[in-house]
């Protein structure tokens, strides 16, 4: 295929409830959704970057200036003959991974319909994983009995595993007093974003005994060295996200001893072909992953989920359903959870949904096209 038209559309949403994390706070999530098109096919993509540049470096701003000004010149006339094809065509360009990303994704998407396959058969995943266990990421709330009546609450709708965000100062109190309240069956994890330091070493130590399925990105963002130096100190697992940009990050950290469990978040890596590398280099040595969210809407969302139909997708993952951010997704029907406490993959070729045209209409603020 040769690639038409790119349309990048900037959409905002408001949160149902603002999501405090170490780094910030969100009340609405904004994202380029990417349409692209060739041969009256349009596959789709949505970008996870954010407005400011605190969780990775790249922004809105960046992932617009890099697709404009290095990735689609790049793309523009060259005949892709596989999905796969894309990250080697982007790889002169460094970094800029979430930019690279959303048009990778679009183009799997636009593989998948133009051969009228799901999504997650492009991609080689497992035909008897389509309802996808998930668990749900709770931030940083004002109180302890915040937290823990926002857990029950989501224990009630069948979400399996709890994921707490957290920062210095109240960790240890608010994950005690939700441990003692959930009791010990219930899968806790928490994510600090970075929030701590190797200093931290004797403070962190105390986590072990609240019975954590993991700790998630405890130190820095770039950093695998002193992550080795936790994981030997501690007998929680050590999960790392912000630091594993690639497939080759993943085998260092784990080859290192830095972490035993990797969260794969697609957009982070630069798009599926590197998430799935990154997913078989864990597999060959034996680490569980599981798909990490950005607060996605439905195409992003879509794409989490058949993406982890991979079988070393072992975990609960962040996706869960689009009502626990949105009170209207841009997908209708939105991602609704089943009483088991999954999400089913969508049915359909390709990534298997497509934005509502009103609401796409409605919530988009800014419009871009591209022709090749
Ligand atoms: O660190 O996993 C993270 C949201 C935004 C930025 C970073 C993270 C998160 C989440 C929420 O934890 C994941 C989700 O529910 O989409
Ligand atoms: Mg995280």
Not at 26 to 43: C, D, F, M, Y
């Amino acid at each position: 295929m040769k690639i038409e038209q790119v349309h990048m559309d900037f959409v905002e949403i408001p949160l149902k409830t603002p999501f405090q994390t170490s780094f910030g706070t969100e009340s609405r999530k904004s994202a380029w959704l990417l349409a692209v098109r060739a041969e009256g096919v349009t596959g789709w993509a949505e970008s996870v970057a954010d407005v400011e540049p605190l969780y990775s470096e790249e922004t809105h701003a960046t992932v617009y200036f890099a697709l404009k000004n290095h990735l689609l010149p790049r793309l523009f006339g060259v005949e892709i003959d596989r999905p796969e094809a894309v990250d080697a065509i982007l790889s002169p360009v460094r970094g800029n991974r979430m930019a690279k990303a959303a048009i990778e994704m679009a183009i799997w998407d636009w593989f998948a319909r133009s051969r009228n396959l799901p999504l997650w058969q492009l991609l080689g995943g497992d035909p008897g994983r389509m309802r996808i266990p998930v668990g749900v990421s709770i931030g940083i709330q004002p109180s302890a009995e915040h937290l823990i009546r926002v857990a029950e609450w989501y224990l009630e709708q069948g979400y399996r595993r709890l994921k707490v965000k957290i920062k210095p100062g109240t960790d240890l109190e608010r994950l005690g007093r939700l441990r003692a309240a959930v009791g010990d069956a219930v899968p806790i994890m928490a994510d600090a974003n970075s929030a701590y330091r190797l200093s931290d070493l004797e403070h962190l130590k105390s986590f072990d005994d609240l019975n954590l399925m993991m700790l998630e990105q405890p130190l820095a963002e770039d950093d695998i060295i002193d992550h080795r130096r936790l994981a030997e100190a501690l007998r929680t697992p050590i999960c790392l996200d912000e630091a594993i940009r690639s497939d080759e990050d993943g085998r260092k950290a784990i080859d290192l001893g830095a972490c035993s469990i990797i969260n794969i978040k697609v957009g982070r890596v630069g798009g599926h072909t590197v998430a799935r590398r990154l997913h078989d280099v864990a597999e060959a040595r034996g680490v569980p992953v599981w798909c990490g969210g950005m607060l996605e809407m439905g195409i992003g969302r879509a794409h989490n989920l058949h993406l982890s139909t991979l079988p070393n997708f072992r975990l609960p993952g962040d996706t869960s359903a689009s009502d626990r951010y949105f009170i209207e997704d841009l997908i209708e029907p939105p991602f609704r959870l089943n009483a088991d406490g999954t999400l089913s993959v969508p049915e359909g070729p390709g990534i298997g949904v497509e934005p509502d045209a009103r609401r796409l209409e409605r919530f988009s603020t800014h419009h871009e096209l591209f022709s090749a």
